[in-house]
Protein backbone atom coordinates (compact mmCIF):
# COMPACT_ATOMS: atom_id res chain seq x y z
CA UNK A 1 0.00 0.00 0.00
CA UNK A 2 1.16 3.67 -1.29
CA UNK A 3 -0.33 6.76 0.93
CA UNK A 4 0.69 10.19 -0.30
CA UNK A 5 0.54 12.81 2.41
CA UNK A 6 0.05 16.28 2.80
CA UNK A 7 1.20 18.77 5.48
CA UNK A 8 0.40 22.23 5.06
CA UNK A 9 -0.94 23.68 8.33
CA UNK A 10 1.34 26.58 8.25
CA UNK A 11 4.34 27.43 6.76
CA UNK A 12 5.70 24.38 5.48
CA UNK A 13 4.33 22.72 2.69
CA UNK A 14 5.10 18.99 2.58
CA UNK A 15 4.71 15.40 0.40
CA UNK A 16 5.55 12.59 1.55
CA UNK A 17 5.15 8.81 -0.06
CA UNK A 18 4.91 6.09 2.67
CA UNK A 19 5.06 2.27 1.19
CA UNK A 20 4.27 -0.70 3.42
CA UNK A 21 5.35 1.39 6.61
CA UNK A 22 8.75 2.91 5.00
CA UNK A 23 9.24 6.34 4.03
CA UNK A 24 10.10 7.13 0.54
CA UNK A 25 10.28 10.54 0.29
CA UNK A 26 9.80 13.80 2.50
CA UNK A 27 10.00 16.83 0.66
CA UNK A 28 9.52 20.30 2.52
CA UNK A 29 9.16 23.81 1.03
CA UNK A 30 9.79 25.94 4.13
CA UNK A 31 9.07 29.49 4.47
CA UNK A 32 11.29 30.57 7.47
CA UNK A 33 13.33 32.85 5.79
CA UNK A 34 10.16 34.77 4.05
CA UNK A 35 8.34 35.05 7.49
CA UNK A 36 11.68 36.31 9.28
CA UNK A 37 11.34 40.08 8.37
CA UNK A 38 8.22 39.69 9.98
CA UNK A 39 8.56 38.32 13.08
CA UNK A 40 5.81 35.85 13.01
CA UNK A 41 4.42 34.03 9.93
CA UNK A 42 2.23 35.63 8.17
CA UNK A 43 -1.12 33.46 7.03
CA UNK A 44 -2.03 34.92 3.79
CA UNK A 45 1.91 34.91 2.81
CA UNK A 46 1.84 31.44 3.68
CA UNK A 47 -1.36 30.57 1.58
CA UNK A 48 0.31 32.52 -1.06
CA UNK A 49 3.86 30.95 -0.91
CA UNK A 50 2.11 27.09 -0.67
CA UNK A 51 0.32 27.84 -4.00
CA UNK A 52 4.07 29.28 -5.42
CA UNK A 53 5.66 26.13 -4.37
CA UNK A 54 2.98 23.26 -4.52
CA UNK A 55 4.05 21.84 -8.37
CA UNK A 56 8.01 21.48 -7.57
CA UNK A 57 7.16 19.75 -4.30
CA UNK A 58 5.42 17.19 -5.53
CA UNK A 59 7.84 16.59 -8.94
CA UNK A 60 10.10 16.29 -6.25
CA UNK A 61 8.51 13.70 -3.94
CA UNK A 62 7.97 11.51 -7.11
CA UNK A 63 11.09 11.97 -8.09
CA UNK A 64 12.60 11.13 -5.09
CA UNK A 65 10.57 8.26 -4.47
CA UNK A 66 10.84 6.66 -7.81
CA UNK A 67 7.62 5.57 -8.54
CA UNK A 68 4.50 7.18 -10.19
CA UNK A 69 1.39 8.76 -9.41
CA UNK A 70 -1.31 6.31 -10.68
CA UNK A 71 0.83 3.57 -8.31
CA UNK A 72 -0.65 5.79 -5.01
CA UNK A 73 -3.37 4.35 -3.59
CA UNK A 74 -4.71 6.48 -0.86
CA UNK A 75 -3.95 9.91 -0.13
CA UNK A 76 -3.95 11.70 3.45
CA UNK A 77 -3.95 15.38 4.50
CA UNK A 78 -3.66 17.41 7.59
CA UNK A 79 -7.00 18.88 8.14
CA UNK A 80 -7.19 20.64 11.39
CA UNK A 81 -5.83 22.60 13.42
CA UNK A 82 -3.86 24.84 11.51
CA UNK A 83 -4.18 28.56 9.29
CA UNK A 84 -7.23 28.13 7.59
CA UNK A 85 -5.65 29.79 4.50
CA UNK A 86 -3.15 27.05 5.18
CA UNK A 87 -5.10 24.06 5.55
CA UNK A 88 -7.24 24.82 2.83
CA UNK A 89 -4.86 24.70 -0.01
CA UNK A 90 -3.53 21.45 1.26
CA UNK A 91 -6.83 20.24 1.24
CA UNK A 92 -7.81 21.53 -2.38
CA UNK A 93 -4.26 19.66 -3.08
CA UNK A 94 -5.69 16.19 -1.88
CA UNK A 95 -8.81 16.79 -3.11
CA UNK A 96 -7.72 17.24 -6.63
CA UNK A 97 -5.02 14.28 -6.73
CA UNK A 98 -8.00 11.95 -5.46
CA UNK A 99 -10.34 13.09 -7.75
CA UNK A 100 -7.74 12.13 -10.54
CA UNK A 101 -6.85 8.82 -9.33
CA UNK A 102 -10.39 8.18 -8.31
CA UNK A 103 -8.36 6.83 -4.74
CA UNK A 104 -10.10 7.37 -1.36
CA UNK A 105 -8.72 10.57 1.13
CA UNK A 106 -8.09 10.50 4.80
CA UNK A 107 -8.01 13.93 6.52
CA UNK A 108 -5.95 13.72 9.66
CA UNK A 109 -5.03 15.89 12.70
CA UNK A 110 -2.02 17.71 13.02
CA UNK A 111 -1.14 16.84 16.65
CA UNK A 112 -1.96 13.27 15.86
CA UNK A 113 0.64 13.00 13.06
CA UNK A 114 3.45 14.75 15.13
CA UNK A 115 3.32 12.15 18.07
CA UNK A 116 3.47 9.68 15.28
CA UNK A 117 6.37 11.12 13.59
CA UNK A 118 8.34 9.92 16.41
CA UNK A 119 7.46 6.32 15.71
CA UNK A 120 8.98 6.82 12.62
CA UNK A 121 12.51 5.29 13.08
CA UNK A 122 10.67 3.67 16.52
CA UNK A 123 8.02 0.85 17.75
CA UNK A 124 5.61 2.15 19.98
CA UNK A 125 4.50 0.30 22.48
CA UNK A 126 0.96 0.74 24.10
CA UNK A 127 -0.36 3.26 25.63
CA UNK A 128 2.59 5.51 24.81
CA UNK A 129 2.61 9.37 26.92
CA UNK A 130 3.29 11.79 24.45
CA UNK A 131 4.57 15.23 25.31
CA UNK A 132 3.69 17.76 22.57
CA UNK A 133 5.28 21.00 22.50
CA UNK A 134 4.94 23.63 19.82
CA UNK A 135 4.45 26.88 18.35
CA UNK A 136 0.65 26.49 19.28
CA UNK A 137 0.22 23.53 21.67
CA UNK A 138 1.38 22.26 25.08
CA UNK A 139 -0.33 19.54 26.09
CA UNK A 140 0.39 15.94 27.51
CA UNK A 141 -1.61 12.81 25.25
CA UNK A 142 -2.22 9.25 26.26
CA UNK A 143 -2.37 7.21 23.18
CA UNK A 144 -3.84 3.62 23.57
CA UNK A 145 -3.56 3.10 19.48
CA UNK A 146 -3.65 4.99 16.41
CA UNK A 147 -7.73 5.71 16.90
CA UNK A 148 -7.60 6.37 20.52
CA UNK A 149 -5.76 9.69 21.78
CA UNK A 150 -6.75 11.13 25.34
CA UNK A 151 -5.60 14.85 26.19
CA UNK A 152 -4.63 14.70 29.48
CA UNK A 153 -3.33 18.30 29.98
CA UNK A 154 -3.33 21.18 27.70
CA UNK A 155 -2.06 25.21 27.73
CA UNK A 156 -4.97 27.61 28.65
CA UNK A 157 -3.09 30.01 27.19
CA UNK A 158 0.33 30.65 25.16
CA UNK A 159 1.83 27.29 24.07
CA UNK A 160 5.57 27.35 24.70
CA UNK A 161 7.27 27.50 21.39
CA UNK A 162 4.78 30.80 21.03
CA UNK A 163 6.17 32.22 24.51
CA UNK A 164 9.85 31.02 23.15
CA UNK A 165 9.55 33.36 20.12
CA UNK A 166 7.85 36.32 21.98
CA UNK A 167 10.71 36.24 24.66
CA UNK A 168 13.64 35.81 21.16
CA UNK A 169 12.13 39.39 20.09
CA UNK A 170 12.49 41.32 22.79
CA UNK A 171 15.85 40.89 23.63
CA UNK A 172 16.47 41.05 19.65
CA UNK A 173 17.26 37.08 18.79
CA UNK A 174 14.86 37.67 15.73
CA UNK A 175 12.04 34.50 14.48
CA UNK A 176 12.47 31.64 15.24
CA UNK A 177 13.38 32.84 18.40
CA UNK A 178 13.17 29.14 20.01
CA UNK A 179 16.46 27.49 18.88
CA UNK A 180 18.47 30.67 19.45
CA UNK A 181 17.51 30.70 22.95
CA UNK A 182 18.03 26.99 23.27
CA UNK A 183 21.23 27.74 22.14
CA UNK A 184 22.87 30.27 24.27
CA UNK A 185 21.20 28.64 27.05
CA UNK A 186 24.15 26.24 27.00
CA UNK A 187 26.40 29.13 27.40
CA UNK A 188 25.07 30.69 30.45
CA UNK A 189 23.93 30.29 34.34
CA UNK A 190 20.74 28.94 34.76
CA UNK A 191 20.01 30.37 38.13
CA UNK A 192 21.27 33.72 37.51
CA UNK A 193 17.68 35.72 37.23
CA UNK A 194 14.75 34.35 38.96
CA UNK A 195 11.49 33.79 37.16
CA UNK A 196 8.12 32.56 38.13
CA UNK A 197 7.37 28.65 37.85
CA UNK A 198 4.73 28.83 35.34
CA UNK A 199 1.07 26.83 35.92
CA UNK A 200 2.65 25.56 39.27
CA UNK A 201 -0.25 23.57 40.84
CA UNK A 202 -1.42 19.93 40.92
CA UNK A 203 -3.08 19.96 37.26
CA UNK A 204 -2.07 18.71 34.18
CA UNK A 205 -2.62 22.02 32.28
CA UNK A 206 0.03 24.12 31.36
CA UNK A 207 0.37 28.48 30.73
CA UNK A 208 2.94 30.59 29.26
CA UNK A 209 1.38 33.85 29.47
CA UNK A 210 2.73 34.78 32.85
CA UNK A 211 6.69 32.89 32.24
CA UNK A 212 6.53 35.71 29.07
CA UNK A 213 4.74 39.03 30.73
CA UNK A 214 7.24 37.83 33.94
CA UNK A 215 10.38 37.32 31.63
CA UNK A 216 9.56 40.80 29.37
CA UNK A 217 9.00 43.12 32.72
CA UNK A 218 12.69 41.53 33.70
CA UNK A 219 14.19 42.89 30.96
CA UNK A 220 12.46 45.89 30.66
CA UNK A 221 13.03 46.89 34.66
CA UNK A 222 16.82 46.10 34.02
CA UNK A 223 16.79 48.41 30.84
CA UNK A 224 14.70 51.12 32.71
CA UNK A 225 18.04 50.75 35.53
CA UNK A 226 20.38 51.51 32.75
CA UNK A 227 21.81 47.51 33.92
CA UNK A 228 22.85 44.95 31.22
CA UNK A 229 21.13 42.20 30.44
CA UNK A 230 23.25 38.71 30.18
CA UNK A 231 21.75 37.26 27.38
CA UNK A 232 23.25 33.86 27.51
CA UNK A 233 22.49 34.22 31.36
CA UNK A 234 19.27 34.79 30.95
CA UNK A 235 18.71 32.57 28.06
CA UNK A 236 19.41 29.72 30.55
CA UNK A 237 17.24 31.21 33.20
CA UNK A 238 14.00 31.51 31.25
CA UNK A 239 14.49 27.91 29.61
CA UNK A 240 15.15 26.52 33.33
CA UNK A 241 12.05 27.40 34.34
CA UNK A 242 10.17 27.13 31.04
CA UNK A 243 10.53 23.23 31.14
CA UNK A 244 10.39 22.82 35.10
CA UNK A 245 7.16 23.27 34.78
CA UNK A 246 7.08 20.80 32.02
CA UNK A 247 9.34 17.88 34.01
CA UNK A 248 6.89 18.09 37.10
CA UNK A 249 3.45 17.77 35.06
CA UNK A 250 5.01 14.81 33.04
CA UNK A 251 6.38 13.37 35.94
CA UNK A 252 3.09 13.37 37.37
CA UNK A 253 0.98 11.87 34.53
CA UNK A 254 3.69 8.75 33.96
CA UNK A 255 3.36 7.99 37.75
CA UNK A 256 -0.57 8.21 37.74
CA UNK A 257 -0.73 7.09 33.98
CA UNK A 258 1.87 4.15 33.62
CA UNK A 259 2.69 4.46 30.20
CA UNK A 260 4.99 1.82 28.29
CA UNK A 261 6.08 4.10 26.12
CA UNK A 262 7.62 7.49 26.61
CA UNK A 263 8.14 10.55 24.05
CA UNK A 264 7.85 13.88 22.89
CA UNK A 265 6.84 15.63 19.76
CA UNK A 266 5.76 18.93 17.87
CA UNK A 267 8.50 21.48 17.16
CA UNK A 268 9.92 22.41 20.54
CA UNK A 269 10.83 18.78 20.85
CA UNK A 270 13.92 19.85 19.09
CA UNK A 271 15.19 21.71 22.34
CA UNK A 272 17.99 20.01 23.89
CA UNK A 273 16.73 20.12 27.28
CA UNK A 274 13.27 19.08 26.84
CA UNK A 275 15.13 16.37 24.78
CA UNK A 276 17.36 15.23 27.61
CA UNK A 277 14.47 15.64 29.99
CA UNK A 278 12.70 12.93 28.27
CA UNK A 279 15.17 10.88 28.90
CA UNK A 280 15.90 11.57 32.30
CA UNK A 281 12.41 10.90 33.53
CA UNK A 282 12.32 7.40 31.60
CA UNK A 283 14.92 6.51 33.25
CA UNK A 284 13.76 7.51 36.52
CA UNK A 285 10.63 5.50 36.09
CA UNK A 286 12.52 2.54 34.08
CA UNK A 287 10.27 3.13 31.04
CA UNK A 288 12.60 1.16 28.81
CA UNK A 289 10.77 2.32 25.76
CA UNK A 290 11.48 6.06 25.34
CA UNK A 291 12.81 7.57 22.66
CA UNK A 292 12.71 11.47 21.09
CA UNK A 293 12.43 11.81 17.22
CA UNK A 294 14.33 12.46 15.09
CA UNK A 295 15.43 16.12 14.00
CA UNK A 296 13.94 15.49 10.55
CA UNK A 297 11.06 14.80 12.04
CA UNK A 298 10.50 17.74 14.96
CA UNK A 299 8.85 20.74 12.95
CA UNK A 300 5.99 19.92 10.51
CA UNK A 301 6.28 17.79 7.68
CA UNK A 302 4.09 15.13 5.67
CA UNK A 303 6.30 12.01 6.75
CA UNK A 304 4.60 12.47 10.16
CA UNK A 305 1.02 12.49 8.77
CA UNK A 306 2.31 9.44 6.09
CA UNK A 307 2.90 7.36 9.09
CA UNK A 308 -0.14 8.33 11.33
CA UNK A 309 -1.95 7.20 7.73
CA UNK A 310 -0.67 4.08 7.77
CA UNK A 311 -1.18 2.97 10.98
CA UNK A 312 -4.42 4.14 11.09
CA UNK A 313 -5.19 2.34 7.86
CA UNK A 314 -3.12 -1.26 9.46
CA UNK A 315 -5.55 -1.11 12.74
CA UNK A 316 -8.87 -0.61 10.35
CA UNK A 317 -7.80 -3.22 8.08
Known amino acids: ?65 NISLESIDKIAYT ?39 ASIENEFIYPVMAMVVSGGHTQIELVNSPNDFMIIGSTTDDAIGECYDKVARVIGLGYPGGPKIDKLATLGDENKYKLPLPKNDSSYDFSYSGLKTAAINL ?28 RKKLEKAVEEFKPNTLTIAGGVSANTSIRKMIFEIGAKYNIKNTFVPKMEYCTDNAAMIAKLAYEKEMENG
Open 1 to 65: MKILAIESSCDEFSISIIEDGKILTNTISSQISDHTEFGGVIPELAARLHVQNINWVIENALLES
Open 79 to 117: ALPGLIGSLIIGKTVAETIALYLNKPLIPLHHIEGHIFG
Open 219 to 246: IHNLNQKNEELNINDFCASFQKTATETI
